[in-house]
């Protein structure tokens, strides 16, 4: 499977943007997509996940409320749209792919938020 992550930029606070991850490949092994962030210093931690199958999301705390996961299967393509960004949300945006036994990582898109 391979990844190809979109969408990040420049935003002011409060501001909205939506991260897109186009998977291709052996996708069928796909089980769950998900999004994780690394800010400047600090270690890759968990965004949002959800399920091909049956569309269960999950959210860290940080997120929840603001951020929403979805799942295009018929374009092997999750999404992460996200509301009243804060600056606190600046990262390199990571989407993963689970399968089975491995999980997938494409490169990682800039989302930058100025107070």
């Known amino acids: 499977v391979q990844l190809q992550a979109s969408g990040g930029g420049l935003v002011q606070a409060g501001d909205s943007l939506r991260l897109s991850c186009a998977a291709s490949?052996?996708?069928?092994?796909?089980?769950?997509m998900g999004w994780y962030r690394q800010a400047p210093g600090k270690e890759r931690v968990f965004v949002a996940r959800i399920n091909r199958n049956d569309g269960n999301t999950w959210y860290a705390d940080s997120v929840k409320g603001r951020f929403t996961i979805s799942v295009d299967n018929d374009k092997n393509t999750v999404y992460l749209q996200m509301n009243s960004l804060k600056p606190e949300d600046t990262a390199v945006y990571y989407c993963?792919?689970?399968?089975?036994?491995?999980?997938?990582w494409g490169q990682g898109t800039q989302v930058t938020v100025s107070s």
């Open positions: 993963a792919a689970d399968g089975m036994t491995s999980t997938t």
């Open positions: 490949g052996r996708t069928f092994v796909t089980v769950a």
